[in-house]
Structure formats: structure tokens, C-alpha cells
Nanobody, 114 residues
Framework: VQLVESGGGVVQAGGSLRLSCAAS????????MGWYKERELVASITSGG??NYAGSVKGRFTISRDNAKNTVYLQMNSLRPEDTAVYYC??????????????WGQGTQVTVSS
């Protein structure tokens, strides 16, 4: 499974960004997906749509996914300078050959200026 992220950038405090992560790979079924700030969980979503958020982003960030496109999104609103980090997409993929495997994207930089 390959995870390709997009949507990072530079924004002023109080602004918004939307991250996207598309999973590709033949013969795989994509399960839970999530976003990590460095290696700290920011938000996750199951294939059934159950979400989980870190306390620091509740009410500001929204995770969603399009199962038909194997894509997960992170809408980031009311951004703060402390949100500045590299954000990584994470996904669980399962296949008959490899079973359940965990995958990481290459990371996308989010910079919030004060």
C-alpha cells in the first residue's frame, strides 16, 4: 500500500488547512486510517466512520474519509502555532498474502505562523 499526502503548507494562526491522503495498492482492503503529528496521534477513523481525536484538536480538526477513493482527509481549523509539525498519514491494509500491515505516508509539513 502506498500513501500519498497533500495539502500541507504555511498559514497564519486562526487559519485553515485541509490535508488529504490517498491509499493505493492492488489486492488490499484499507481499514482504519489516521493522522499523526510527528508520531503522536491527532485523529483516526475506522472504515465504518468511527472517529477519535487527541484532546488538543477536538472541536478544531475534523477527520473524514471516502471509502470509494481510499482517501482520508483532515480539516484543520483555528490553527495555532503549536500545531506546526510534520503530519503523517497512517493506514491499516489487509490482504490474503500479507495479512494486516501498517503503512505510513511520507509526511506533509504544516507551519502556522503567529
Amino acid at each position: 500500500v502506498q500513501l500519498v499526502e497533500s495539502g500541507g503548507g504555511v498559514v497564519q494562526a486562526g487559519g485553515s488547512l485541509r490535508l488529504s491522503c490517498a491509499a493505493s495498492g492492488s489486492g488490499f482492503s484499507i481499514g482504519a486510517m489516521g493522522w499523526y503529528k510527528e508520531r503522536e496521534l491527532v485523529a483516526s477513523i475506522t472504515s465504518g466512520g468511527i472517529t477519535n481525536y487527541a484532546g488538543s484538536v477536538k472541536g478544531r480538526f475534523t477527520i473524514s474519509r471516502d471509502n470509494a477513493k481510499n482517501t482520508v482527509y483532515l480539516q484543520m481549523n483555528s490553527l495555532r502555532p503549536e500545531d506546526t509539525a510534520v503530519y503523517y498519514c497512517n493506514a491499516w491494509g489487509s490482504s490474503r498474502t500479507w495479512g494486516n500491515q501498517n503503512y505510513w505516508g511520507q509526511g506533509t509539513q504544516v507551519t502556522v505562523s503567529s
